[in-house]
C-alpha cells in the first residue's frame, strides 16, 4: 500500500505561503490551513471563548464576535501573551487538522497542512515532511504592509515573536525560495512535489 503523507508548509509572515497553497490547490492537493482553523475555534468554541475572556479579558469579543484588533494588539505586545495565546488555540487547532487530514486520506494519498508556527507550537513530529517557503525580510515587510494596510514597525513587532527563517532552514526537508516571480515559485514548488513523490 502506498505511504499517505502528511506535508506541513511553514514561512515567516509575508513568505508566501498563500501563494503556494493556492499553487498545490490548483493543482488538486488538499491544502488544510491552520489559521482559519484557529479562528474558528477562537470563534465558535466556547472552552476556548472562555480561556481568552479570562486571560485578555472581555473586550477580546464584540457582541459575540472575535475582536481581532484589540486580541492582535494584547498578544503582540509581549512574547508572554503570544506564548498564552498560543497554549489556548493550538492544542486544538492542531487537533482538529489532524482529523481533517485523516478524512482527506480516505480520498488523497498527500494532504498539506500550511501552518507559519510548526516549530514555535512543536508540532513538527506529526509530519513526514515540512517544506519552508523562504523570502529576504524586505520582501515580506512589504506585502504584509501592502496586504494588512498595516505600518513597518507593526509588521516587525509580529516577526519578532516567530522563529528566524534562517534558523529554520536547517530543520525542514525542504526550502522553496520565494524571492522573484510566481512562474519561478512554480517551478521550484513542481521541481519539490517530483522529489517527495520520488522518494
Not at 28 to 42: F, N, P, R
Not at 73 to 86: C, W
Not at 99 to 116: G, W
Given at each position: 500500500m502506498?505511504k499517505?503523507?502528511l ?5 515567516g509572515?509575508g513568505?508566501?505561503?498563500?501563494i ?5 490547490e490548483?493543482?488538486?492537493?488538499c491544502?488544510?490551513k491552520?489559521?482559519?482553523v ?8 466556547n472552552?476556548v471563548?472562555?480561556k481568552?475572556?479570562e ?19 494584547k498578544v ?6 503570544v506564548?498564552?495565546?498560543?497554549s ?15 478524512k ?6 498527500i ?12 508540532i ?6 515540512v517544506?519552508?517557503?523562504y ?6 515587510i512589504?506585502?504584509v504592509?501592502?496586504?494588512d ?13 516567530q522563529?528566524?527563517?534562517e ?16 512562474e519561478e ?12 513523490k520520488?522518494i
Amino acid at each position: 500500500m502506498k505511504k499517505k503523507l502528511l506535508i506541513g508548509i511553514t514561512g515567516g509572515i509575508g513568505a508566501g505561503k498563500s501563494i503556494v497553497s493556492s499553487i498545490l490547490e490548483s493543482m488538486g492537493y488538499c491544502v488544510l490551513k491552520s489559521d482559519l482553523v484557529a479562528k474558528e475555534i477562537m470563534q465558535n468554541n466556547n472552552e476556548v471563548k472562555k480561556k481568552i475572556i479570562e486571560t485578555f479579558g472581555e473586550e477580546a469579543y464584540s457582541n459575540g464576535k472575535l475582536n481581532t484588533k484589540y486580541l492582535a494588539e494584547k498578544v503582540f505586545s509581549s512574547k508572554e501573551n503570544v506564548e498564552k495565546i498560543n497554549s489556548i488555540v493550538h492544542p486544538f487547532t492542531i487537533k482538529k487538522n489532524l482529523e481533517q487530514a485523516k478524512k482527506e486520506f480516505q480520498k488523497s494519498d498527500i494532504v498539506f497542512i500550511e501552518s507559519p508556527l510548526i516549530y514555535e507550537a512543536k508540532i513538527q513530529k506529526y509530519f513526514d515532511y515540512v517544506i519552508l517557503i523562504y523570502s529576504d525580510e524586505q520582501s515580506r515587510i512589504k506585502r504584509v504592509m501592502e496586504r494588512d494596510k498595516v505600518t513597518e514597525e507593526k509588521v516587525r513587532q509580529r516577526m519578532q515573536f516567530q522563529i528566524p527563517d534562517e534558523k529554520k532552514k536547517d530543520w525542514v526537508d525542504f526550502v522553496i525560495e520565494n524571492n522573484s516571480n510566481i512562474e519561478e515559485l512554480k517551478n521550484r514548488l513542481n521541481f519539490v512535489m517530483q522529489l517527495i513523490k520520488s522518494i
